[in-house]
């Protein structure tokens, strides 16, 4: 009995997972004690999102044991999961636009009661762990954070002794991220275990009670984060000394060379997002950052400032003093004006094409890859392989499909594409959305380059501890604002949170349809 | 007089109704799971051909109606497997399913070309059908036209009332995300899949066994492509495609009476399904109503599970 | 054991030309079992329908004289499929390219000149892309399915074209009979081979079939409507116009119906009839897809269509096969192929225990 008393609420001995040739888990074992608050810590890639899936039963292990109160389990499927008392909160929320929230939760819920009653209940834990919902309104039109509110009172009310996080605060404010952290601490205190996936080391110090590194598919080690230092931490986690990157010593002009004077741009979407007068200006050699929780309209001025949207005046936005508002995506990039959109597969490239073919989706023109409508297959593979040698990515050669590279070659492959063409602008969304820390030091390091001689880059990204210390200047993005930009030195994380909270409240309607379906 | 022809026209309307809302709500369920089966022209011919066949053999109705959704259902198994577990693109599956049906029901049904079959008998309602006008038009209808309106209403109330209905329009609005919850995805798709494939054979059965009734080869002319367009115009929703199917079996009677009255060639009334069909599937995607955002998110996208 | 299935990286070269033929064994296998459930006897019937059409020269000359309009449908058609364009109402098309150039054949009946056959395949491609343009700015302005309009168009262009061959244009000598004039020999293709069907229109359909492979697989607008096809954002970002492509490939696949429907009026048939093709326009979906939507492969499966028309009549005289036993052949062959496609795109392959891949 004693012996029960003490079992860890979760134990994991000798997972392993396999896919084709990859090890996605190798050998993993830790445990989770009742009511701790416990990290997966690793970076993209390390392996914690096929951990968690096991755990769940969205995914079944190769081989190992998981035990649950000190008795080994077998967990087939999600409904075995919740049945056992594990409930999860996913990264990309598994929600359903056009459903309510009533009807989104009785989804998640085996045995859900009859729907009146189940929407008193969600009234009443809501209330009671601090998470205001209303189950009659639809999902689309909810913020991300009213969003993941659903999933986590869906996981509350099946009273589950084991909460699993996956990345949970990516998209949310750091006032957002504060709040959630009080609800997790109370869950905490009642005995509920709590699994926090997560690669912010920062949050990790202030939430968990223990955790476990993964590197490679493998643990590679165990701390206690109050005690442990965050450089420790990234150490453990990165696997060698942490690189410093070479900040640049280049001036930044006083003329601009990108400027966006007023940009208004209706959106066509059924849930998206209107851009209303946005304005800045990018000087040469400037890197100008622009933050902002997803879904604010990040795509959409992406898109606006890479031409795939056209606007009706072309003075909105200059470069080099000549106005190229009107013109589409091709026709800015003859006028010098790059762009890297947000997803790497399927917008920045064709993943069923030869890295050669993706050259000529934005090199074409500009590098003569086709000439008088017919394509230079030669020079398309010369380029290619460029890109290949400069940025070393990992691929079979230029032959290769797109969709053989892994995430972090893709991302440097499609950023040396548009690098290499040496634009006077470049537009750049997400730059290292779930790319290794290699992969993201080597484009960090390029666009210093690039604005070393001259190129004019704005780098749009959620992620703020990026934009601190890749940009120069940078300004928030909230509903389809723009706020005014401060000089990135001089900017301290509270002011950017607030900033992306809003002048409008946190309560923002901002519920972009696309803006749970980002590439993991 | 004037009653007895708006009582002929009407019950007119309501049989040249009655296979299109057979086809179309089976279709709105297979489309609300995420799935667009374009081969309803195929399944209905091979519902039709089953149901006279059978008919025809056994001299019971009742026997062929079965075999017309079991034949139905058939071909929708066929296009499942090759969607949902072979992963092939639905369109082009559905051409072929479509392509397939016309072929095979010819082949089958060429020894019972011009062979008559009785037309199923009307169901008079207990005296409800001697009512003055709507007596003999709503309720001295043949069972199946009964059925496709029960049919209709069980598909909204289990769409709307039911958790296995809530699931499939889940899985339909995002199958990864409903898989991720553990709901099973291919089997609810499969089971919509050929729930739909059985409602066009009906469909089929009705042409075949009531409406004309006979056997022809190709005798739907375009029906299953019709209903197609309705679940569109009836935004995916159960009752707006009932009356999508009433105003389209109008405006097939109404050419149809129209042709003797004006001195036009026949085929220029024959157009008028056709070119209704494109007008209302313009209107409702010009309209400000934009009735194509009520599409299932993941309407038409294959799924493999576990990825 | 258990059988374990993996998705490929990338689709298998090899198994993607393995495929067709894998499909055409199954279909041949099917057909066996089918003519022996229709009472036939399989081994002979099979011959007939497969074999016997190619035996001869003249055999061979009648299947080009088939193949022709397939192969010309299909290779526009093709090209819209890789861009994600369904139009499946070839046969629409062709019909009303058939009545543009049957129009100028009749308006100019009984007089002679070289330029009368240029200005029907020039009616008759403009007729086609005429009709074709219905869907297409349907799709573009309104976001209509070019699926369901170009088929409903079909069934109005069959009952336009019998307007007139029951009206207006019936041939006054013709014993009222549903059909036109025969066309006077200068709206006539002159033949290629004595003693054939053969016409100039086949020649022109190799000569198209060449152009539509090096566009594909050489020019700009080719690598466009492959990534509009593929990847829809990737296509608006490298500054492709949707709409556009919309456009070209329906307009190019409506003229090609239409070129294919002069041809058959002003060769094989000479005249206007109420039914033009025995389904050419449908048939020309799965020549398509067989021939892998390459136009080399789509020379290749139009012969064998063309033998499963031809082979359907040889079997119809020889063994009281049912007509429309073509059709379920070609439907089968659709099927399996698309069924066999699962083959390079996924790799099958027996494990000692029972887990489901996946990738990451």
Same mark, same amino acid.
């Given at each position: 009995?004693?012996?029960?008393?003490?079992?860890?609420?979760?134990?994991?001995?000798?997972?392993?997972?396999?896919?084709?040739?990859?090890?996605?888990?190798?050998?993993?074992?830790?445990?989770?004690?009742?009511?701790?608050?416990?990290?997966?810590?690793?970076?993209?890639?390390?392996?914690?999102?096929?951990?968690?899936?096991?755990?769940?039963?969205?995914?079944?292990?190769?081989?190992?044991?998981?035990?649950?109160?000190?008795?080994?389990?077998?967990?087939?499927?999600?409904?075995?999961?919740?049945?056992?008392?594990?409930?999860?909160?996913?990264?990309?929320?598994?929600?359903?636009?056009?459903? +309510?929230?009533?009807?989104?939760?009785?989804?998640?819920?085996?045995?859900?009661?009859?729907?009146?009653?189940?929407?008193?209940?969600?009234?009443?834990?809501?209330?009671?762990?601090?998470?205001?919902?209303?189950?009659?309104?639809?999902?689309?039109?909810?913020?991300?954070?009213?969003?993941?509110?659903?999933?986590?009172?869906?996981?509350?009310?099946?009273?589950?002794?084991?909460?699993?996080?996956?990345?949970?605060?990516?998209?949310?404010?750091?006032?957002?991220?504060?709040?959630?952290?009080? +609800?997790?601490?109370?869950?905490?205190?009642?005995?509920?275990?709590?699994?926090?996936?997560?690669?912010?080391?920062?949050?990790?110090?202030?939430?968990?009670?223990?955790?476990?590194?993964?590197?490679?598919?493998?643990?590679?080690?165990?701390?206690?984060?109050?005690?442990?230092?965050?450089?420790?931490?990234?150490?453990?986690?990165?696997?060698?000394?942490?690189?410093?990157?070479?900040?640049?010593?280049?001036?930044?002009?006083?003329?601009?060379?990108?400027?966006?004077?007023?940009?208004?741009?209706?959106?066509?979407?059924?849930?998206?997002?209107?851009?209303?007068?946005?304005?800045?200006?990018?000087?040469?050699?400037?890197?100008?950052?622009?933050?902002?929780?997803?879904?604010?309209?990040?795509?959409?001025?992406?898109?606006?400032?890479?031409?795939?949207?056209?606007?009706?005046?072309?003075?909105?936005?200059?470069?080099?003093?000549?106005?190229?508002?009107?013109?589409?995506?091709?026709?800015?990039?003859?006028?010098?004006?790059?762009?890297?959109?947000?997803?790497?597969?399927?917008?920045?490239?064709?993943?069923?094409?030869?890295?050669?073919?993706?050259?000529?989706?934005?090199?074409?023109?500009?590098?003569?890859?086709?000439?008088?409508?017919?394509?230079?297959? +030669?020079?398309?593979?010369?380029?290619?392989?460029?890109?290949?040698?400069?940025?070393?990515?990992?691929?079979?050669?230029?032959?290769?499909?797109?969709?053989?590279?892994?995430?972090?070659?893709?991302?440097?492959?499609?950023?040396?594409?548009?690098?290499?063409?040496?634009?006077?602008?470049?537009?750049?969304?997400?730059?290292?959305?779930?790319?290794?820390?290699?992969?993201?030091?080597?484009?960090?390091?390029?666009?210093?380059?690039?604005?070393?001689?001259?190129?004019?880059?704005?780098?749009?990204?959620?992620?703020?501890?990026?934009?601190?210390?890749?940009?120069?200047?940078?300004?928030?993005?909230?509903?389809?604002?723009?706020?005014?930009?401060?000089?990135?030195?001089?900017?301290?994380?509270?002011?950017?949170?607030?900033?992306?909270?809003?002048?409008?409240?946190?309560?923002?309607?901002?519920?972009?349809?696309?803006?749970?379906?980002?590439?993991? | 007089?004037?009653?007895?022809?708006?009582?002929?026209?009407?019950?007119?309307?309501?049989?040249?109704?009655?296979?299109?809302?057979?086809?179309?709500?089976?279709?709105?369920?297979?489309?609300?799971?995420?799935?667009?089966?374009?081969?309803?022209?195929?399944?209905?011919?091979?519902?039709?051909?089953?149901?006279?066949?059978?008919?025809?053999?056994?001299?019971?109705?009742?026997?062929?109606?079965?075999?017309?959704?079991?034949?139905?259902?058939?071909?929708?198994?066929?296009?499942?497997?090759?969607?949902?577990?072979?992963?092939?693109?639905?369109?082009?599956?559905?051409?072929?399913?479509?392509?397939?049906?016309?072929?095979?029901?010819?082949?089958?049904?060429?020894?019972?070309?011009?062979?008559?079959?009785?037309?199923?008998?009307?169901?008079?309602?207990?005296?409800?059908?001697?009512?003055?006008?709507?007596?003999?038009?709503?309720?001295?209808?043949?069972?199946?036209?009964?059925?496709?309106?029960?049919?209709?209403?069980?598909?909204?109330?289990?769409?709307?009332?039911?958790?296995?209905?809530?699931?499939?329009?889940?899985?339909?609005?995002?199958?990864?995300?409903?898989?991720?919850?553990?709901?099973?995805?291919?089997?609810?798709?499969?089971?919509?899949?050929?729930?739909?494939?059985?409602?066009?054979?009906?469909?089929?059965?009705?042409?075949?066994?009531?409406?004309?009734?006979?056997?022809?080869?190709?005798?739907?002319?375009?029906?299953?492509?019709?209903?197609?367009?309705?679940?569109?115009?009836?935004?995916?929703?159960?009752?707006?495609?009932?009356?999508?199917?009433?105003?389209?079996?109008?405006?097939?009677?109404?050419?149809?009476?129209?042709?003797?009255?004006?001195?036009?060639?026949?085929?220029?009334?024959?157009?008028?399904?056709?070119?209704?069909?494109?007008?209302?599937?313009?209107?409702?995607?010009?309209?400000?109503?934009?009735?194509?955002?009520?599409?299932?998110?993941?309407?038409?996208?294959?799924?493999?599970?576990?990825? | 054991?258990?059988?374990?299935?993996?998705?490929?990286?990338?689709?298998?070269?090899?198994?993607?030309?393995?495929?067709?033929?894998?499909?055409?064994?199954?279909?041949?296998?099917?057909?066996?079992?089918?003519?022996?459930?229709?009472?036939?006897?399989?081994?002979?019937?099979?011959?007939?329908?497969?074999?016997?059409?190619?035996?001869?020269?003249?055999?061979?000359?009648?299947?080009?004289?088939?193949?022709?309009?397939?192969?010309?449908?299909?290779?526009?058609?093709?090209?819209?499929?890789?861009?994600?364009?369904?139009?499946?109402?070839?046969?629409?098309?062709?019909?009303?390219?058939?009545?543009?150039?049957?129009?100028?054949?009749?308006?100019?009946?009984?007089?002679?000149?070289?330029?009368?056959?240029?200005?029907?395949?020039?009616?008759?491609?403009?007729?086609?892309?005429?009709?074709?343009?219905?869907?297409?700015?349907?799709?573009?302005?309104?976001?209509?399915?070019?699926?369901?309009?170009?088929?409903?168009?079909?069934?109005?262009?069959?009952?336009?074209?019998?307007?007139?061959?029951?009206?207006?244009?019936?041939?006054?000598?013709?014993?009222?009979?549903?059909?036109?004039?025969?066309?006077?020999?200068?709206?006539?293709?002159?033949?290629?081979?004595?003693?054939?069907?053969?016409?100039?229109?086949?020649?022109?359909?190799?000569?198209?079939?060449?152009?539509?492979?090096?566009?594909?697989?050489?020019?700009?607008?080719?690598?466009?409507?492959?990534?509009?096809?593929?990847?829809?954002?990737?296509?608006?970002?490298?500054?492709?116009?949707?709409?556009?492509?919309?456009?070209?490939?329906?307009?190019?696949?409506?003229?090609?119906?239409?070129?294919?429907?002069?041809?058959?009026?002003?060769?094989?048939?000479?005249?206007?009839?109420?039914?033009?093709?025995?389904?050419?326009?449908?048939?020309?979906?799965?020549?398509?897809?067989?021939?892998?939507?390459?136009?080399?492969?789509?020379?290749?499966?139009?012969?064998?269509?063309?033998?499963?028309?031809?082979?359907?009549?040889?079997?119809?005289?020889?063994?009281?096969?049912?007509?429309?036993?073509?059709?379920?052949?070609?439907?089968?062959?659709?099927?399996?192929?698309?069924?066999?496609?699962?083959?390079?795109?996924?790799?099958?392959?027996?494990?000692?225990?029972?887990?489901?891949?996946?990738?990451?």
């Amino acid at each position: 009995m004693d012996e029960e008393q003490r079992a860890p609420r979760l134990a994991l001995r000798d997972i392993s997972k396999r896919f084709q040739s990859v090890v996605a888990n190798d050998h993993i074992s830790f445990s989770v004690a009742p009511g701790q608050v416990h990290a997966l810590l690793g970076e993209n890639g390390a392996g914690k999102s096929t951990l968690v899936k096991i755990i769940y039963g969205v995914l079944q292990a190769d081989e190992g044991q998981i035990l649950w109160d000190g008795r080994p389990v077998t967990i087939d499927s999600p409904h075995q999961a919740r049945g056992q008392g594990i409930g999860m909160v996913f990264q990309h929320f598994s929600l359903f636009e056009a459903m +309510t929230v009533l009807e989104n939760i009785a989804l998640g819920i085996d045995n859900a009661p009859d729907l009146k009653e189940l929407a008193d209940r969600i009234v009443t834990v809501s209330r009671k762990y601090g998470l205001p919902l209303d189950p009659s309104r639809e999902i689309h039109t909810l913020s991300v954070g009213e969003r993941q509110r659903v999933e986590i009172v869906r996981c509350l009310l099946q009273n589950p002794k084991l909460l699993i996080m996956d990345e949970p605060t990516s998209v949310l404010t750091p006032q957002e991220v504060e709040r959630l952290f009080v +609800t997790l601490r109370q869950l905490s205190d009642e005995g509920c275990s709590i699994l926090y996936i997560s690669h912010k080391l920062q949050e990790i110090k202030d939430l968990c009670h223990h955790a476990t590194v993964l590197r490679g598919g493998r643990v590679v080690g165990e701390c206690d984060p109050a005690v442990e230092t965050a450089r420790g931490m990234a150490q453990l986690m990165i696997g060698s000394e942490l690189k410093q990157l070479v900040r640049r010593a280049g001036s930044v002009s006083a003329e601009p060379r990108l400027i966006v004077e007023n940009l208004t741009v209706p959106s066509t979407l059924a849930f998206g997002i209107d851009l209303k007068g946005i304005s800045f200006e990018v000087g040469a050699g400037e890197i100008f950052g622009i933050a902002g929780v997803a879904g604010n309209g990040q795509n959409e001025l992406t898109q606006a400032l890479a031409g795939e949207t056209t606007l009706h005046r072309p003075s909105t936005i200059r470069l080099d003093g000549k106005a190229i508002g009107h013109l589409g995506a091709e026709q800015r990039r003859m006028h010098g004006l790059c762009s890297v959109p947000e997803e790497r597969s399927g917008h920045a490239s064709v993943p069923e094409m030869s890295l050669a073919a993706n050259t000529l989706l934005t090199a074409r023109n500009r590098l003569g890859l086709a000439r008088q409508g017919f394509i230079q297959p +030669t020079e398309a593979q010369d380029y290619a392989q460029r890109v290949i040698d400069e940025f070393a990515v990992k691929a079979a050669g230029p032959s290769a499909n797109a969709a053989t590279l892994s995430g972090g070659n893709l991302q440097k492959f499609i950023v040396g594409r548009e690098v290499l063409q040496s634009p006077e602008v470049l537009i750049i969304a997400q730059p290292t959305w779930g790319v290794d820390a290699g992969a993201a030091a080597t484009i960090h390091q390029a666009l210093f380059k690039l604005a070393q001689n001259g190129t004019a880059i704005v780098v749009v990204s959620q992620d703020l501890d990026e934009l601190l210390v890749v940009t120069d200047r940078l300004a928030v993005i909230n509903l389809g604002t723009l706020s005014p930009s401060i000089a990135t030195a001089e900017a301290s994380v509270e002011q950017i949170g607030l900033l992306m909270g809003g002048l409008h409240g946190m309560e923002g309607e901002a519920a972009d349809r696309g803006s749970s379906k980002h590439v993991g | 007089m004037i009653a007895e022809s708006i009582v002929n026209i009407s019950a007119a309307v309501i049989s040249a109704s009655t296979p299109l809302l057979f086809v179309a709500a089976g279709e709105l369920v297979v489309e609300r799971s995420g799935v667009l089966n374009l081969g309803v022209e195929g399944m209905m011919l091979m519902g039709a051909v089953a149901g006279f066949a059978v008919t025809l053999t056994t001299g019971s109705p009742i026997l062929g109606i079965v075999a017309a959704a079991a034949a139905g259902a058939v071909m929708a198994l066929a296009f499942a497997v090759l969607t949902l577990t072979l992963m092939a693109n639905q369109v082009a599956t559905g051409l072929a399913l479509t392509i397939f049906g016309i072929g095979l029901s010819a082949l089958l049904g060429s020894g019972f070309v011009g062979q008559p079959v009785p037309a199923l008998p009307k169901l008079h309602l207990a005296g409800l059908s001697e009512l003055p006008v709507i007596g003999p038009v709503l309720f001295g209808q043949d069972a199946l036209v009964y059925l496709s309106v029960i049919l209709t209403g069980g598909v909204a109330w289990f769409l709307k009332r039911t958790r296995p209905g809530m699931m499939l329009r889940a899985i339909g609005e995002s199958a990864a995300s409903a898989h991720s919850l553990g709901l099973p995805v291919i089997r609810v798709r499969y089971l919509a899949t050929l729930f739909g494939g059985a409602a066009a054979g009906l469909g089929g059965a009705f042409l075949s066994l009531s409406y004309t009734p006979m056997w022809m080869e190709g005798m739907t002319s375009g029906r299953g492509w019709i209903a197609l367009a309705l679940v569109v115009f009836g935004s995916w929703r159960p009752w707006r495609v009932l009356a999508g199917a009433y105003l389209f079996g109008g405006v097939t009677i109404l050419q149809l009476h129209a042709q003797g009255a004006f001195h036009l060639p026949a085929q220029v009334f024959s157009m008028a399904p056709y070119l209704a069909t494109i007008a209302v599937l313009t209107i409702i995607s010009a309209g400000p109503w934009r009735g194509r955002f009520n599409a299932p998110a993941d309407l038409g996208k294959p799924f493999r599970p576990s990825v | 054991m258990w059988v374990k299935v993996e998705p490929r990286q990338e689709a298998s070269r090899r198994v993607i030309y393995a495929t067709p033929v894998l499909a055409v064994g199954l279909t041949v296998l099917s057909g066996y079992f089918l003519f022996l459930f229709l009472g036939l006897a399989p081994a002979k019937t099979l011959y007939h329908f497969l074999i016997s059409p190619t035996l001869t020269f003249y055999g061979w000359s009648e299947l080009c004289v088939k193949a022709g309009p397939l192969v010309l449908i299909a290779s526009g058609l093709a090209i819209g499929f890789r861009a994600n364009v369904w139009n499946i109402g070839a046969e629409g098309q062709l019909t009303l390219g058939a009545v543009g150039a049957g129009g100028v054949a009749l308006a100019f009946w009984g007089e002679s000149g070289l330029w009368i056959l240029p200005l029907m395949c020039l009616a008759g491609i403009l007729g086609g892309m005429l009709y074709a343009a219905i869907p297409a700015f349907l799709k573009t302005r309104y976001e209509v399915s070019e699926i369901l309009t170009s088929l409903m168009l079909t069934y109005v262009a069959t009952l336009a074209l019998g307007i007139l061959v029951y009206g207006p244009w019936r041939d006054p000598m013709g014993f009222n009979f549903p059909q036109t004039r025969m066309f006077s020999d200068s709206a006539l293709l002159p033949l290629i081979l004595d003693g054939t069907r053969m016409h100039l229109g086949i020649l022109v359909t190799l000569a198209v079939a060449v152009a539509a492979w090096m566009m594909m697989a050489r020019t700009v607008i080719g690598f466009q409507i492959k990534v509009v096809g593929l990847a829809p954002a990737a296509a608006r970002f490298a500054g492709f116009s949707r709409n556009r492509t919309v456009w070209f490939s329906l307009l190019l696949s409506g003229g090609l119906a239409g070129l294919a429907g002069t041809f058959e009026i002003a060769g094989p048939i000479g005249q206007l009839v109420p039914h033009l093709t025995p389904g050419y326009g449908f048939t020309a979906i799965i020549v398509a897809f067989l021939g892998r939507l390459h136009p080399l492969g789509i020379i290749a499966s139009g012969f064998l269509m063309a033998i499963s028309y031809n082979g359907g009549e040889i079997a119809q005289v020889e063994d009281r096969l049912p007509q429309a036993a073509t059709g379920v052949f070609q439907g089968m062959l659709l099927f399996y192929l698309l069924a066999c496609d699962f083959l390079s795109r996924y790799r099958i392959r027996l494990a000692a225990t029972r887990r489901e891949a996946s990738p990451s």
